[in-house]
């Protein structure tokens, strides 16, 4: 069982910056992928961004250029740096890791950007 607590969610003007973090309980060198989702109440979860073990990365196109995700082996962490957020961007952000055997979610964290 792998658990993830993100933080760093919080309200931020249009144009501004958050950085989110996804703390796992285990080393994700033994997870495959990790990354960021976020969802807004009555439409599907979407994919933000990910990174694998070896440090690609995957960006929607909606945050490509604005977000970086990044990670940290030796803290177990994952960051997104969220930067000249917008209003759309306001969402309750999830963290995901998937190892070889299951997938894994956050709780969540909430992201308001005000125009």
């Known amino acids: 069982q792998v658990q993830l607590v993100e933080s760093g969610g919080g309200l931020v003007q249009s144009g501004g910056s958050l950085t989110l973090s996804c703390a796992a309980s285990?080393?994700?060198?033994?997870?495959?992928?990790m990354g960021w989702f976020r969802q807004v109440p009555g439409r599907q979860r979407e994919l933000v961004a990910i990174?694998?073990?070896?440090?690609?990365?995957n960006y929607a196109d909606s945050v490509k250029g604005r977000f970086t995700i990044s990670r940290d082996n030796a803290k177990n962490r994952v960051d997104l740096q969220m930067n000249i957020l917008k209003p759309e961007d306001t969402a309750v952000y999830h963290c995901?890791?998937?190892?070889?055997?299951?997938?894994?979610w956050g709780k969540g964290t909430q992201v308001t950007v005000s125009s």
């Open positions: 285990i080393s994700i060198f033994d997870i495959n992928t």
């Open positions: 990174i694998s073990r070896s440090g690609s990365t």
């Open positions: 995901n890791a998937e190892t070889n055997r299951a997938e894994y």
